[in-house]
């Protein structure tokens, strides 16, 4: 179907380039196929050139020792399955010896060179060029600074740490030791994050006055990462405006371009808690609870039925469901969402005023039936959306629409990788920036990642004072 024809289907034109529901629009372009969005004319597409994969290190191969052989330890260290080459895992921190011997058989890595934890690898001088810190949230500071001060670069997951003091210490110790840390901001290396920023300096849309940004989390996610699971708790991980969308602070702050002053910040823990137990229900979804086949939170359905996040459980077989079952009556996945010891807020609305009286609204939801994310941005002389697949431009004076889309501008080599491609995308700039010994190599510098961690450490200060919070960069 030619754009035309769909657009007519869809009711959006009548006159001329007449848009009457953007909505309508962004979400019916997405359902284009790459095939009626290629046969756009080239006008109609934005276009910008995507990078490879391949990092270009000048013909060094960087070494690296993974710290939290976990979800996202794994993830960074199979950059170099890809390009052994450039980057090689020849070191492994972790207290799970199954995933700690997966690690060592998959790259190779010489048993002196395993470790049960952090604190062990860290008594030894250095072993390699990088350290990829993937431990859980509360376990990233001390090995950080600890790292920096043997001498090695950082690959970093966010959050930073759990203080907005802590993350200005990794800050001044990365000054002190001269060197490197990249915090996994991974949205900043998303080809159509890259691809938004570019069209939005390009000054198509003018001068960009105001963004809404919005991080549906998508029910079962929520209850599985914030409710039963690792992030449930705010003070043994971070408050879930850093845990979950520090991402997303630091997207609007890069997307405007200026320095964000003043925040303030809605939102509570809504739904799941123990007042809205339905009468009677157990405490484990598997102990026969009359409700399970209404409830959409219920364990059996996620974990069993759909197979979903099955990830956490170190399975040997996913598709064994008394294996399964037995994860579900014996670790906290299996409990009923309304009895979990959680305290994360489950609907979280920011407003922000930026320099030059630019402002933001972001709103983190536990409710929706998908993930993702949703962004509008206001311009001068034009408007964006999109939904992180495909974004649409208008042109005010003109009327007309150009998209990008995902479908259309990704490289085989993307194609499946995390966040966008973002992922990987950041493993490529981290490995040329220490290969180069130039952080500026990398979109997002520890300065700017603390940047926007403290605007989430000012909104959650203004969401339990009810007041709005200035945002202070330097302390
Ligand atoms: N950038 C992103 O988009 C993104 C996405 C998900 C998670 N994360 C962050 O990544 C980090 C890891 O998350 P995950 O999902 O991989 O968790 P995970 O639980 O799968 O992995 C963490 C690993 O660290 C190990 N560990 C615990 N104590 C340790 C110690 N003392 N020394 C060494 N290893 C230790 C654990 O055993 C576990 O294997 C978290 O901080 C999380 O918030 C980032």
Redesign the pocket.
């Given at each position: 179907m030619i754009r035309r024809d769909f657009l007519k289907q869809i009711g959006l034109v009548t006159a001329g380039l007449a848009i009457t529901d953007p909505f309508a629009m962004a979400k019916s372009m997405a359902g284009m196929s790459a095939e009626e969005l290629a046969k756009l004319p080239p006008e109609e597409l934005i276009h910008f050139p995507l990078r490879s994969l391949r990092p270009d290190t000048g013909g060094k191969r960087i070494t690296a020792i993974i710290?939290?052989?976990?979800?996202?330890?794994?993830?960074y260290a199979s950059y170099a399955e890809r390009y052994p080459e450039n980057f090689k895992i020849v070191g492994v921190?972790?207290?799970?010896e199954g995933?700690r011997d997966a690690m060592i058989k998959k790259h190779g890595i010489p048993m002196e060179n395993a470790?049960?934890?952090?604190?062990e690898?860290l008594e030894q001088p250095k072993l390699a060029d990088v350290v990829v810190i993937?431990?859980?949230?509360d376990?990233?500071y001390e090995?950080c600074m600890k790292a920096l001060e043997l001498g090695y670069d950082v690959l970093l997951?966010?959050?930073i740490a759990q203080t907005e003091k802590e993350c200005r210490d990794i800050l001044r110790q990365t000054e002190k030791y001269n060197r490197i840390v990249a915090v996994?901001?991974?949205l900043r290396y998303a080809p159509y994050f890259i691809a938004l920023r570019e069209y939005i300096r390009s000054g198509a849309i003018g001068e960009v006055v105001n963004i809404q940004h919005m991080e549906p989390i998508e029910f079962a996610h929520m209850a599985h990462s914030y409710v039963r699971g690792?992030?449930r708790v705010e003070k043994e991980?971070t408050p879930i405006i850093l845990?979950k969308s520090c991402?997303d602070l630091d997207i609007m702050r890069w997307l405007i371009d200026k320095p964000c002053k003043v925040i303030s910040a809605e939102g509570s823990l809504h739904l799941f808690k123990k007042e809205n137990m339905p009468e009677g229900a157990p405490f484990r979804c598997t102990d026969g609870c009359p409700y399970e086949a209404e409830c959409p939170f219920s364990a059996m359905d996620v974990y069993l039925r759909r197979k979903k996040h099955l990830?956490?459980f170190d399975l040997k077989n996913r598709n064994d469901d008394a294996e399964i079952l037995e994860k579900l009556r014996t670790t906290g996945y299996g409990r009923c969402v309304f009895q979990c010891d959680n305290d994360q807020p489950d609907h979280y609305v920011t407003t922000m005023l930026f320099e030059e009286d630019k402002t933001a609204t972001f709103t983190m939801d536990a409710f929706t039936p998908w993930g993702g994310r949703r962004t509008r941005v206001m311009g001068t002389k034009g408007y964006i959306e999109g939904d992180m697949s495909i974004f649409t431009a208008w042109d005010f004076k003109t009327g007309k629409t150009k998209i990008w889309s995902r479908e259309v501008e990704e490289l085989e080599e993307y194609k499946g990788a995390?966040?966008g491609g973002g992922?990987l995308a950041l493993v490529r700039d981290f490995l040329e920036a220490v290969a180069a010994q130039d952080q500026s190599r990398l979109s997002s510098t520890l300065e700017a990642s603390v940047e926007s961690h403290v605007m989430g450490f000012a909104a959650e200060k203004s969401r339990k004072s009810m007041r709005k919070v200035r945002v202070k960069m330097r302390d």
């Open positions: 710290v939290g052989a976990g979800n996202r330890g794994r993830l921190a972790e207290p799970i995933r470790f049960v934890g952090f604190k690898l993937a431990t859980p949230d376990l990233h090995p997951e966010k959050p996994c901001h991974v690792k992030w991980t845990a991402h990830g956490v995390g966040h992922d």
